[in-house]
């Protein structure tokens, strides 16, 4: 009886009896469980405007391997992802995990997350162009990328300044300025900074 009602209403376009629909298709409950159909109801809901439903949709995706679908979603929705799942989806596809690697759709990933305040994800696009991934080796695009996350205060992003700075790659070589990104990164815990420290002599 409420499948029925929560279906009827549901697809009246009512963004409550959607979110319940996908919870109940997702969860099992009075019905068989169908991830597909409870990504399908948890989708219309966050395009009525619902706001659980996002982070719902988010989870699922994840819990489900469904990063191709979820890829094509971020893209044409813009504007309905949570920064941290994108990010997350940028990592799964830069490092090849449970899909095909896949530097290109990583790079357009953290580049949506960077515009909505993710710091870690300077890091990753820093990485990209310091390591060849998928871009042509650039140590500038590098140090640019590395310089926003670690004046975002994202700890990894220090100690990769610290480096720059400590070979000269990107930025002029300066060994003061690798001290300073090194330490700040070592006061937040990172031990790549710690032992970079004593290994180099930074003072």
Avoid: C
Wanted: proline residues 0%.
């Amino acid at each position: 009886m409420a499948l029925s009602l929560y279906t009827q209403s549901a697809e009246q376009g009512h963004k409550d009896a959607q979110f319940q629909l996908g919870k109940m298709y997702e969860e099992g409950k009075g019905i068989d469980a169908d991830s597909d159909q409870a990504i399908l109801w948890y989708q219309k809901a966050v395009q009525s405007g619902h706001k659980l439903a996002e982070h719902n949709l988010n989870k699922l995706y994840f819990k489900t391997k469904h990063h191709s679908l979820a890829y094509e979603w971020y893209i044409k929705h813009k504007g309905h992802n949570s920064p941290y799942f994108v990010y997350a989806l940028g990592v799964v596809f830069e490092i090849g995990k449970e899909v095909e690697r896949d530097y290109a759709k990583a790079k357009i990933l953290y580049e949506m997350a960077s515009k909505r305040g993710s710091a870690k994800t300077w890091y990753r696009l820093g990485g990209l162009y310091e390591y060849n991934k998928g871009v042509e080796q650039n140590y500038e695009k590098a140090a640019y990328y590395y310089n926003n996350g670690a004046k975002g205060g994202y700890a990894q992003s220090q100690f990769a300044m610290g480096r720059l700075y400590y070979f000269g790659k990107g930025v002029k070589s300066n060994h003061e300025k690798a001290y300073k990104w090194m330490n700040i990164a070592k006061r937040q815990g990172n031990k790549d900074a710690k032992r970079f420290i004593i290994q180099h002599s930074l003072k």
